[in-house]
């Protein structure tokens, strides 16, 4: 497996996704700027930064990039590679599995980076006072709330291989997302999935609008049994996509 994982490596060295990496994290920030540029001053105990961060850049842009490290790693399997790893008896599985890897590594480090770059201009630049615990918290939990849509895009795109197919379903599914969070049916919907989890731990309502103490949607109940409900479904979703479309490429 490790092999697998070394070779997927090499090929993204100057990939499309190397250059997301580089990208998206500076567009996380400059959208944050922008936003809170043109909201003003933060309520008292309230942040905009965080507001956009984990709301609005959830909504409008994450599910993009998701779809385009998906597409990107994928596309660059041509039919003669494939005959090729079919002749060598390569292992469909373990080779998607590895690109899965790398796709999720790829994901936790543009976050990474996209979290401390807006800590670092909210800080010094923007005046706001934020709990580093409070964004880290945040983060992991964005990072594991879109590990489904990681396993769906990877199934989306192995049955129908049409990229416009993939970033189209992304992001129309993702409009709905902010409606069914606040519904019981949230946990049958996984484009909704950071919406609701992240409600609680930034205060910050699935339409944008801050939260008001006491609010429901301030039950960390929600956010413990998201981060459940990402894993449990990242794993069914990855190994039924493994499983079809190993049995597609036979």
Known sequence: MISYIKTELMKEKRSANLKLGIIVPIIFVLFNVAMVSLMGESPE???YVLATSFNWYPLLILPIVLSLLVVNINGKEKSEHIVLQKSENLSFI??????????VAELFIILLISTILIFTVATFFLGEKISLSQLIIATICLF????????LSF???GLTKKKAVLILLNFVLTFPSAVIAVTKNW????WSYNLRMLSPVVGVHPNGTFLETGSKLMNMDATY????????????????SLLINNKRSK
């Open 225 to 240: 049994l998201g981060l459940l409900l990402s894993i449990a479904v990242y794993v069914v979703v990855l190994t039924l």
């Open 187 to 190: 946990i049958l919907f996984p």
């Open 45 to 47: 105990g309230k942040s």
């Open 94 to 103: 373990k080779i998607e599995l590895a690109k899965n890897i790398i796709i």
């Open 155 to 157: 199934l989306i795109y």
């Open 144 to 151: 594991i709330g879109s590990l489904p849509i990681v396993a």
